[in-house]
């Protein structure tokens, strides 16, 4: 609920402030992202792809490689590489990913898993994909575990970045062959 109200009052005191700092979503970006694809030609080389994640969690013993949602990573640079934001830049995902997830552990180390360390945590996790201009939820997203495991170290950061890895290595070859099968 605090959550809420203090959203309802942000937007509120900084209305003209978020409206002429916000641009405009391209509209055949939006709509397509959010939709089934049109083609399914990519959908083998996801198949391996997925397959060599799981491969990567059993030999490995790491099964944070699959936390940064990794499907959905995996699902949006396959099936909509023309528009998906860090497609054209993966290994650029990679770092982010590994880089948030490494701030969120160390944070917690430092200062415990209380609020104000979690609060450092998110605006940490903000900043590392505003410098790195990726709008990537999973970025975001990864910088929380550490919070909620029992004994976090830092075998996390390598973990959770190793799942980006894996699309970032084999996407730029993989989607050429799909993408212009001459």
């Known amino acids: 609920v605090l959550l809420a109200v203090s959203l309802q009052l942000f937007r509120v005191m900084f209305a003209q402030t978020i409206n002429a700092t916000t641009p405009?979503?391209?509209?055949?970006?939006?709509?397509?992202?959010?939709?089934?694809p049109r083609q399914y030609v990519w959908l083998p080389f996801f198949l391996v792809f997925l397959l060599c994640a799981i491969w990567m969690v059993e030999t490995t013993g790491l099964r944070f490689i699959l936390f940064p949602p990794l499907v959905v990573i995996g699902f949006e640079m396959f099936a909509h590489s023309d528009v998906c934001p860090w497609a054209d830049r993966p290994f650029t995902l990679t770092l982010a990913v590994t880089l948030t997830a490494a701030a969120g552990t160390a944070i917690n180390l430092a200062l415990g898993s209380g609020p104000f360390a979690a609060i450092l945590a998110v605006a940490g996790g903000a900043g590392a994909c505003r410098v790195f201009k990726l709008p990537t939820p999973p970025a975001r997203a990864v910088r929380l575990p550490p919070f909620v495991l029992p004994h976090p170290d830092f075998r996390f950061p390598p973990a959770a970045g190793g799942g980006p890895l894996l699309p970032s290595v084999n996407f730029p070859s993989l989607s050429r062959l799909w993408q212009h099968p001459d």
């Open 24 to 36: 405009e979503p391209d509209a055949a970006e939006s709509g397509v992202i959010e939709q089934p």
